[in-house]
């Protein structure tokens, strides 16, 4: 199931026009984004970062995104075939490109000061525009599995809660910190929730909290 999102031109638009796409608020445990549509709730007493400290994150990163040549992004393995993009392009040649990320909330249970903090556990949401070869949900969790040379605890599949389908990866990541990732597709972006703990147990437990979003 897909859900529709605002056309990417309305994020350029004035704010009278529709919600910035990183536009969201936590509202005592109940996180809501203006932009996808969909409510999560948070683990009991969990603090989100401050939304001004968050958005200004954003906004840096897109600007030295732009600022900063194309990068050519390695398509995963498993990726399905496409024809050439543009004249003289060879299949298999990825794009350059600067990628569109944005996060909607990052949030631990003794709150954070930045996006870089590397307090545990935590859980980020993010919203990454779609491209070739990343434009898949499967895709970015089959991406997560082989570029970090990762112990993978569940191999990419799909989940689906209320109608609603994920692309689900659990890792241990180089570091010995456990992460379960769920993306799925609005519109013209990937939508993802980043899970990430110090044990097996606590990945689970935070993780199981999924199940609570819900998409208008």
């Known amino acids: 199931m897909t859900v529709s999102a605002p056309s990417p031109d309305q994020a350029a638009k004035p704010a009278e026009a529709g919600p910035a796409v990183d536009a969201a608020k936590v509202t005592g445990s109940t996180f809501e984004s203006q932009y996808f549509k969909f409510t999560y709730e948070l683990p009991k007493n969990?603090?989100?970062?401050n939304d001004a400290v968050r958005i200004a994150s954003n906004h840096q990163a897109l600007q030295e995104d732009t600022e900063r040549p194309g990068t050519p992004i390695p398509a995963p393995k498993k990726a399905s075939s496409r024809p050439p993009v543009g004249k003289g392009a060879s299949v298999g040649t990825p794009p350059s490109v600067s990628p569109e990320r944005y996060n909607l909330m990052a949030a631990s249970p003794n709150g954070l000061d930045s996006l870089a903090s590397p307090a545990l556990p935590r859980?980020?949401?993010?919203?990454?525009?779609?491209?070739?070869?990343?434009?898949?949900?499967?895709?970015?969790?089959?991406?997560?599995?082989?570029?970090?040379?990762?112990?993978?605890?569940?191999?990419?599949?799909?989940?689906?809660?209320y109608e609603h389908t994920f692309a689900r990866v659990e890792v241990i990541d180089p570091a010995g910190n456990y992460q379960a990732r769920y993306i799925t597709i609005v519109g013209d972006y990937l939508l993802g929730f980043d899970f990430l703990a110090e044990s097996e147990r606590e990945l689970a437990e935070i993780s199981n909290t999924i199940k609570t979003v819900r998409f208008q």
């Open 46 to 49: 969990w603090k989100a970062l």
């Open 123 to 161: 859980i980020n949401i993010w919203a990454h525009r779609r491209f070739p070869p990343l434009d898949k949900a499967m895709d970015h969790a089959q991406l997560l599995i082989e570029g970090k040379h990762a112990t993978v605890l569940v191999q990419p599949m799909e989940v689906t809660y």
